[in-house]
């Protein structure tokens, strides 16, 4: 059992990831997920949650607080942990149900922290989808799971695109493609961010991927007081996001 949840933590059970925590376990539970196994520990102190987990996962597993330490990839459990069913999420569901769909790509965004900071701040912006491409961090790996602090589940986040199968599914779509980017011709808030849209945002170091720079309707950038020279990839697309949200009304 606990080579089960390491194995889920470090990303080697394929279609299953870890949550644990209170917060994180109960926004997975409120958020439809399907709890695979659930283990708890005399740590929990939520009855409530205790008992949903009993009720609704297809496996529960009542642990000593020395196993869930064990099984645990945070230094202090909270007494709980779960596997969940990874999502499959359809293409179409990124569009969400709206006239002009917000398509977040994260592009060679490595570190799952900063991943899990993006996917929270796309939702609470407002976009209909995230896309994750080949070679960045997974999104359903535990650190980026934590760091979305439930975002993950809520928001349809399709991983593994390389740049052809994007530029692909935006213009299957119809979506304006506006990349951000530090040498972009006009500012944020001069572009038109009304439309149907992909926005596509990178890692600091290695930016954007040049072939999406290229095929791009709009490069924007972020005007910086000097010398700052970039932002965190989450605060940039939040940023942009919300610009894209004010411009919508």
Do not use: Y
């Not at 000593?64 to 179409?92: C, F, K, N, W, Y």
């Not at 592009?107 to 799952?112: F, M, Q, T, Y």
């Not at 970039?230 to 942009?240: E, P, Q």
Request: glycine share 12%; aromatic share 2%; proline share 5%.
């Amino acid at each position: 059992m606990v080579q089960r949840f390491r194995a889920a933590a470090a990303g080697e059970l394929e279609g299953v990831l870890l949550a644990e925590g209170v917060r994180l376990v109960a926004e997975a539970v409120a958020a439809g997920m399907v709890v695979l196994e659930a283990a708890v520990s005399p740590r929990l102190q939520d009855g409530d949650l205790r008992a949903r987990l009993e009720k609704g996962a297809r496996s529960f597993l009542a642990v000593g607080d020395d196993v869930m330490q064990r099984i645990s990839a945070v230094d202090t459990p909270q007494g709980v942990a779960v596997l969940l069913e990874r999502p499959r999420v359809a293409e179409s569901a990124l569009l969400g149900k709206g006239l002009a769909p917000l398509v977040v790509a994260a592009a060679g965004v490595r570190d799952p922290g900063n991943l899990g900071s993006l996917l929270r701040t796309a939702e609470a912006a407002g976009a209909s989808g995230v896309v994750t491409m080949r070679g960045g961090a997974d999104p359903f790996r535990d650190k980026a799971v934590r760091g979305s602090m439930g975002s993950v589940f809520r928001l349809p986040v399709l991983h593994g695109l390389d740049a052809a199968g994007l530029l692909d599914f935006a213009r299957r779509h119809r979506l304006q493609i506006v990349v951000a980017d530090g040498g972009g011709e006009r500012v944020h808030t001069q572009a038109d961010l009304k439309k149907p849209l992909l926005l596509v945002v990178g890692a600091e170091a290695a930016g954007v991927p040049p072939e999406l720079v290229r095929a791009a309707d709009a490069r924007v950038r972020i005007p910086l007081q000097a010398p700052v020279e970039s932002l965190n990839v989450a605060v940039a697309a939040g940023v942009l996001l919300f610009e894209a949200r004010r411009q919508r009304g």
